[in-house]
Nanobody, 127 residues
C-alpha cells in the first residue's frame, strides 16, 4: 500500500521560508511523477508544482513561480517543496500526491492526474 507522509509545515512570517518534505513508501518511488497541491479554507484544492520521475521536468503554478522549488531525492523516496518569499495568500494545507506515470504533462496540473495523496501539512503565513 502506498503511503505519502508530509512534514515541514508551520507558522512563518511573510517573506520567510519553509521546506516541505513528502516521504513515500510502499511502491517504487522513482518510477512516478509527483506533485504538490494546496487547499485554503473555503477554496478548492489547487495545483502548486509537479516533478517528473527523474526530476528533469518541473511545472509550477504561476502564483508560485520564482518563489517555490520542487525537487526530489529518489534515494530517499522523498519529494521536497522549498518555499521562499512566502505571502499570507500562501496559507493553506499542502498535500503531496503521486501519479501512476513517469510524466503526464498538463495532466499533472489537475487533481485527477493523481492516484495517491498524503494527509496534508498546514502552512500559515502571517502578515
Amino acid at each position: 500500500q502506498v503511503q505519502l507522509v508530509e512534514s515541514g509545515g508551520g507558522l512563518v512570517q511573510a517573506g520567510g521560508s519553509l521546506r516541505l518534505s513528502c516521504e513515500a513508501s510502499g511502491s517504487t518511488f522513482n518510477m512516478y511523477s509527483m506533485g504538490w497541491f494546496r487547499q485554503a479554507p473555503g477554496k478548492e484544492r489547487e495545483f502548486v508544482a509537479a516533478i517528473s520521475w527523474n526530476g528533469k521536468t518541473t511545472y509550477y503554478a504561476d502564483s508560485v513561480k520564482g518563489r517555490f522549488t520542487i525537487s526530489r531525492d529518489n534515494t530517499k523516496n522523498t519529494v521536497y517543496l522549498q518555499m521562499n518569499s512566502l505571502r499570507p495568500e500562501d496559507t493553506a494545507v499542502y498535500y503531496c500526491a503521486r501519479t501512476n506515470t513517469f510524466w503526464s504533462g498538463e495532466l499533472t496540473r489537475r487533481t485527477s492526474g493523481y492516484v495517491y495523496w498524503g494527509q496534508g501539512t498546514q502552512v500559515t503565513v502571517s502578515s
